[in-house]
């Protein structure tokens, strides 16, 4: 009885190999560990000694679990509102009446929900994988942890489906109706049931789920856009089922091929490249077969590139007709600069082009402008305004020879030295009003000044003559 016990379970174990090679699905183990003894969960990478002072987030809002053998001891614990721990049957958490002052400080780390439609809890065969292909599809095999660990997760909104659900270390799958009463238990937060069984006994090109594959990326790309970064890459490829830009490469085939052909042959023709480079073959979601190529670590372009180059080879050798390969250029990590100066030089282009465009409206011409321009070039490249110390210690002035203005163009004279000649108004020298002649000087000093008398005033004979010169004498008319 006991052989045949362990002659079925050898049987279960190739039938499940055997379909897993017939269908091409995959195990996909969730990841995520919520106990206490996981380093990882703490801040500081480490397990709270006894005797410390816990602190869990506020909105922790998934399960923690207290280590099952022994009694845990604190001095205190603050608690989460959002969130539990969970007790082994035989356990207990003690706090000490009184707690030390200097007690340690242990924080847990994680915070926030868990979720199924999250690609990072999910392990994935290769980084070439699209996020959305990470997570069980309908031909995978979903792996969670056994009863030994607490774990909890949201399900996906949208309804999905996977070959079947195992624990971890056991060698029976749940089945559909255990399914439907666990899921519904306090470890899968969700209104309702929305992950089921497929129907699928093996395919050749099956989409990850059935129905459009954009309405389940959209959930998926919720959570994992956030976590994208600037393109390491030149020319990124835009790939179905990923939420972020993809640096590596692209080999297209026809529709006519078969997966588990292209499949072993790809296996075949980048083995060598095993260490340095990624590789997945999928379905397209329009029927068509596909290799994605992705390097590991910090992305080159080069090692993509030579590894798509043999590849191509390689199908070709076979008999297998390449529709077009893609690749996604140079890395970016070596320019550095350009990336820093692009943006910034692009920008002052940018502002140019909307004040070309403003101005006229407000209605200035672009000859206005460019006067201004140059004004202030002017003013830039000489310094700016003379403030005594910087720029030009002289200037020049501009005067006009109009009628009415103060300031003439002095007349011509037959002889230099004659300073009492009135001048002509043919034009002559240039007087300058910011000079003060010697010639003037002399001149005022021969005349004299005129100063006008008040009439209204008393004034003397005597002050009359001497103010009155005899060769400028002029007839006056007084009342007496």
């Known amino acids: 009885m006991r052989n045949m016990c362990q002659l079925k379970k050898v049987l279960r174990i190739f039938l499940l190999l055997g379909l897993n090679e017939l269908s091409q699905g995959l195990k996909k183990h969730w990841l995520p560990n919520q106990e206490w003894n996981c380093e990882n969960n703490w801040i500081d990478g480490r397990v709270p000694d006894m005797d410390s002072h816990v602190i869990f987030p506020l909105e922790m809002r998934h399960i923690a679990g207290v280590p099952v053998e022994g009694d845990l001891r604190l001095s205190k614990i603050d608690l989460p509102t959002d969130g539990a721990l969970v007790l082994a049957k035989n356990g207990a958490l003690k706090i000490i009446d009184k707690p030390q002052k200097e007690a340690k400080i242990g924080r847990w780390s994680r915070e926030g929900q868990l979720f199924w439609a999250d690609p990072q809890n999910w392990n994935s065969t290769s980084e070439a994988v699209p996020h959305l292909e990470r997570l069980p599809c309908q031909m995978d095999y979903t792996i969670l942890p056994g009863r030994d660990r607490v774990f909890n997760m949201r399900l996906p909104m949208k309804e999905v489906q996977v070959k079947s659900i195992w624990l971890n270390n056991e060698e029976t799958e749940i089945g559909f109706s255990e399914w439907y009463q666990r899921v519904r238990g306090r470890e899968f937060s969700s209104s309702r049931a929305s992950v089921s069984y497929s129907q699928l006994q093996g395919c050749e090109r099956c989409m990850c789920q059935e129905g459009k594959q954009s309405e389940y990326l959209e959930e998926v790309c919720d959570i994992q856009r956030p976590r994208c970064v600037h393109s390491t890459c030149e020319y990124p490829l835009r790939v179905e089922g990923h939420c972020c830009d993809y640096c590596g490469a692209r080999l297209s085939l026809l529709k006519k091929v078969y997966t588990r052909s292209v499949n072993r042959l790809t296996n075949e023709a980048l083995s060598p490249y095993d260490t340095t480079i990624s590789w997945y073959v999928r379905t397209t979601w329009e029927g068509s077969v596909e290799i994605l190529i992705a390097e590991k670590g910090q992305y080159s372009g080069i090692r993509s590139q030579e590894a798509l180059q043999n590849l191509e080879f390689y199908l070709k050798e076979e008999g297998i007709d390449v529709l077009r390969t893609e690749n996604s250029g140079k890395s970016l990590q070596n320019n550095r600069l350009e990336v820093v100066l692009i943006p910034l030089f692009g920008g002052l282009i940018l502002v140019m082009a909307f004040l070309l465009v403003i101005f006229p409206y407000y209605g200035y011409s672009y000859t206005q402008v460019l006067q201004e321009a140059r004004e202030i070039w002017f003013k830039i ?59 003037e000087t002399k001149k005022k000093k021969k005349t004299g000044d005129l100063k006008i008398m008040d009439h209204s005033s008393p004034f ?21």
């Open 460 to 480: 003397s004979f005597v002050t009359l003559k001497n103010t009155i010169q005899n060769d400028d004498l002029e007839e006056l008319e007084m009342t007496i």
């Open 381 to 439: 490249r000489n310094g700016g305004a003379n403030d005594g110390s910087k720029g030009p210690s002289h200037g020049f002035a501009r005067f006009e020879n109009l009628p009415e203005g103060e300031v003439k163009l002095a007349g011509t004279t037959n002889s230099e030295c004659d300073d009492d000649e009135e001048p002509s108004s043919s034009g002559g020298r240039f007087e300058n009003p910011l000079y003060s002649s010697k010639r």
